[in-house]
């Protein structure tokens, strides 16, 4: 019986006022929540999680800093539908995107063991101006996703970000590392030394920020991390 008044409630919620797919933004069935079947298996899935020691997105990283593991759950490209996602959930107020997006990263992850050996997860932090223009941060969103399904837990006052000084988005990638190598700040050493942490963000491009924030984090000593994202630019 509890079922069938929370489905008619579900069904008049839905029927009053229709949810959207973030990336086709055609109407969700009732079961369907966030993304539509049909957008979900078009996804273009890096497959990263299979390999996350020695992949496109672990070389990357390579040469610039020793990580274990990384990961993304599907290819970004600008301008395309599922761009959509990151756009919806960071410019429309739309932070249960990244929550969900969140779980279902961690949902498929978990088939190839990627959380097995990881001790924390920590969200890129945003400065506090710009936590206050969009009233959340989409890193945490998503970290709390993870965290759900995998069992992780996350903190959010290990690290800080100091005053936003400049966006990234139209940066190349030297100017980018410049533009980030001092935003954070090691606020608990303790809490991350001799830990495995895993580094979340929504997208990565030239991986500049997780750098950084990295190398802060290894402050603390006896530190290894992996890196987490939604959203991967090929290079």
């Not at 959207?20 to 957008?39: D, F, K, M, P, Q």
């Not at 998503?142 to 990234?168: C, L």
């Not at 190349?172 to 303790?190: I, M, Q, S, Y």
Request: charged share 25%.
């Amino acid at each position: 019986m509890k079922k069938i008044y929370y489905s008619f409630w579900s069904r008049l919620a839905d029927t009053i006022a229709p949810r959207a797919c973030c990336v086709c933004h055609n109407r969700l069935a009732i079961s369907e929540e966030v993304i539509c079947a049909s957008c979900n298996i078009r996804l273009p899935r890096t497959r990263f999680a299979a390999s996350p020691r020695d992949n496109e997105m672990a070389q990357n990283f390579w040469i610039q800093t020793p990580v274990e593991k990384a990961a993304a759950l599907f290819y970004y490209s600008p301008r395309s539908e599922t761009a959509n996602i990151i756009y919806d959930m960071k410019y429309h107020h739309r932070p249960e995107i990244g929550t969900f997006m969140g779980r279902q990263t961690a949902a498929e992850f978990m088939q190839h063991h990627f959380f097995d050996d990881i001790d924390v997860i920590v969200p890129v932090p945003i400065s506090k101006k710009r936590r206050k223009q969009r009233g959340y941060n989409q890193s945490e969103m998503i970290a709390q996703g993870v965290s759900e399904v995998s069992g992780v837990p996350v903190d959010t006052t290990i690290v800080s970000r100091g005053i936003f000084v400049d966006s990234q988005t139209h940066k190349h990638r030297w100017g980018r590392l410049e533009n980030v190598a001092t935003a954070f700040h090691l606020d608990k050493p303790e809490a991350v030394k001799g830990k495995h942490v895993l580094i979340v963000d929504d997208i990565i491009t030239t991986g500049a920020t997780l750098i950084a924030l990295a190398n802060e984090i290894q402050k603390a000593g006896d530190v290894k991390f992996s890196f987490l994202s939604l959203g991967y630019t090929k290079s």
